[in-house]
Each structure stands twice: as C-alpha cells, then as structure tokens.
C-alpha cells in the first residue's frame, strides 16, 4: 500500500468510526454507505477517501464496503454482521464494540481540542444525518436517494419495487416528519425512468 492509499484507508476508517458512534445504535451497510454517499454530497473535504458509482441498490462504494468488512487500522472498533440468507437490501450490519466506543470518544475529544472548524462541522453533519435517516427504514431511504439523485436509479435492481410502494412509503416519511407536504407531492408525482 503506498503512504496515499495508507492516509486514504486511515481517513475512511476514522471517518466511518465518527459516523458509527455518534449514534449507540447498530446501523445497516445500507444506511452506513447512503449517509456516507449524503455527507460525501455536502462535505467535499472527505471525497478524497471515497467514490460513490451507480449500483444494484443506489450509490455504492467499494472502499466503504472494504473498510467495514475488513478494517485495517481500527480492527476490533466495530463488527459486521452479514445479512440474512432473504435480507436483500440492509447489505448487513454494523455495530460498535466496547474498543470502538472508546476510541470515538478518543477522536471526538482529540477534534474538540483541535479547534479545527471544518472538522467540527463534519462532527455536526454526521449527527444531522444520523438522527434523520436513521430513523426510516431501508426501502423510505432509497425513495429519497432515488429521487434525490435520480441519476443513480440507472443501475439499480430495487427501484421498480420501490417505485410501486412510493406512496406508501412517502406516507410513512410523512408521519415521520422526514418531508412536509410540497415534498410528499414531488415523491408521489415523480416520474423518474
């Protein structure tokens, strides 16, 4: 591994610990590698770790994935569970262990003291997008992906099924206070191909 890859793997690592313990919840690939791909969006200092194509189920990344199941610098911070044999869309899922609470606190205390502005606004982004998306499940998740970014419907082999459940699920993000009202139309009217 050059010293580029090595800071590149040392960077997702640390970054998806940030993601994993700002919430003591376990959270699926899906939902880990969809708030990355939101975060990725809207922080352009943490592109350089990831890249996001168009896949079977939305935004995929392969670092992310990579990392998660196989850690190199945080090994024994977080366990994967692989998914079960009829769980097509979760991807698995990931969980802190009592090492990787420790060092989450270790790095969120090492970035207070930093004083460093854009790291903290990272700190506060993951915990904007954790405490939103969280709470939906995986189909309502890929609803707002999908008609977010409709460019990443191309490849993927769960948009019909989702699309048939639309108004359902954008009901469900309704009753959640995810999406008000003008948002609820868009989703029921869109007609992404």
């Known amino acids: 591994m050059s010293e ?20 003591d919840k376990e959270i699926s690939m899906l939902h880990l590698e969809k708030e990355l791909f939101l975060l990725w969006n809207f922080h352009p200092g943490i592109r350089k770790y990831m890249k996001f194509i168009k896949h079977y189920k939305g935004p995929f990344s392969r670092e992310v994935q990579e990392c998660v199941i196989h850690p190199f610098y945080l090994e024994n911070c977080w366990e994967y569970i692989p998914p079960k044999k009829y769980d097509r869309l979760s991807g698995g899922y990931i969980k802190l262990t009592e090492k990787g609470k420790e060092e989450y606190k270790k790095i969120v205390n090492e970035i207070l003291k930093s004083r460093d502005n854009d790291l903290i606004h990272l700190l506060a982004g993951i915990k904007i997008v954790r405490n939103l998306y969280d709470k939906l499940s995986l189909k309502e998740l890929l609803l707002l992906i999908y008609d977010t970014y409709p460019e990443y419907t191309e490849k993927s082999s769960v948009y019909w099924e ?9 009901k469900n993000l309704i009753k959640k206070k995810v999406i008000d009202e003008d948002r609820y139309e868009s989703l029921v009217k869109n007609t992404v191909k």
């Open 162 to 170: 989702i699309k048939k459940e639309k108004d359902k699920l954008a």
């Open 4 to 23: 580029f890859d090595e800071a590149k793997q040392m960077g997702l690592e640390y970054l998806i610990l940030l993601v994993l313990g700002c919430k």
